[in-house]
C-alpha cells in the first residue's frame, strides 16, 4: 500500500508492518555497539577538549598574573633608573626603602593563582628578593633584571619550571654572595 504524503496514518500502518515479521537481534546489538562506541568516542572527546580548555585558561591567569609582576619591577626600574649611577651605589641601602611591595604583592598573587611546579617557581622567584633591603641600586637593577629574564623565559618556554628554580636560585645564591662580601 503507498501512501501519500499528507498521509501520517497511512505511514505508521507501514512503518507497523514493516516491523512486522520479527525481530532483527543483529540489526538491533549492531545498532546498540554503534550507539556506545559513539558515546564513548564522544565522552573521551569532551573530556579531552575540556582539559585542554582549563590548562588554556590556568596559563592565561597565571600570564596575566605575571604581567602584573611585570609592570610591577618596571614601575622600579623606573624609581631606581635616577640612581643608578656610581654615586647613587653610595646611597645607604635604608635610604632607599626596605622592600619592593608591589612586587611581592603581584608575586603573591601569583603564587595563590599558581599550582603545583609553577608555584614552586614563584617560590624561588621570591626567594630572590630576600636580601632586596641590603642592596645597593645597581644591586637592585640586576636582580630586577634576572627576575624578569627567568619569568619572560619561563613563560614563554624557553625554561622549563625546574630549569626557572635553578636559575632563580643561581641569581639568589649569586646575590647573597655578593652582598656577603659587600660588593652589592
Not at 4 to 32: H, K, M, N, Y
Not at 72 to 99: K, V, Y
Not at 130 to 135: P, T
Request: net charge negative; hydrophobic share 50%; glycine share 6%.
Amino acid at each position: 500500500m503507498l501512501c501519500t504524503d499528507s498521509d501520517a496514518v497511512c505511514q505508521l500502518r507501514e512503518i507497523a508492518a514493516a516491523l512486522q515479521p520479527g525481530w532483527d537481534w543483529s540489526s538491533f546489538w549492531a545498532t546498540f555497539v554503534a550507539t556506545v562506541a559513539g558515546v564513548v568516542v564522544s565522552a573521551l572527546l569532551a573530556y579531552w577538549l575540556l582539559r585542554r580548555e582549563l590548562r588554556d585558561e590556568y596559563n592565561a591567569r597565571l600570564d596575566d598574573a605575571f604581567v602584573k609582576v611585570l609592570y610591577a619591577e618596571n614601575a622600579i626600574f623606573r624609581e631606581l633608573e635616577p640612581l643608578n649611577t656610581a654615586a647613587g651605589d653610595e646611597i645607604p641601602a635604608a635610604d632607599l626603602g626596605s622592600n619592593p611591595h608591589g612586587l611581592l604583592t603581584a608575586l603573591f598573587a601569583a603564587r595563590m593563582l599558581a599550582r603545583n611546579i609553577d608555584r614552586d617557581v614563584i617560590i624561588e622567584l621570591q626567594a630572590t628578593l630576600a636580601d632586596y633591603h641590603r642592596m645597593r641600586v645597581s644591586s637592585r637593577m640586576v636582580t630586577g633584571q634576572n627576575l624578569v629574564g627567568i619569568i619572560a623565559e619561563w613563560r614563554s618556554g624557553a625554561l622549563t619550571p625546574q630549569q626557572a628554580i635553578r636559575a632563580a636560585k643561581d641569581a639568589a645564591a649569586g646575590m647573597k654572595q655578593l652582598l656577603d662580601e659587600g660588593t652589592a
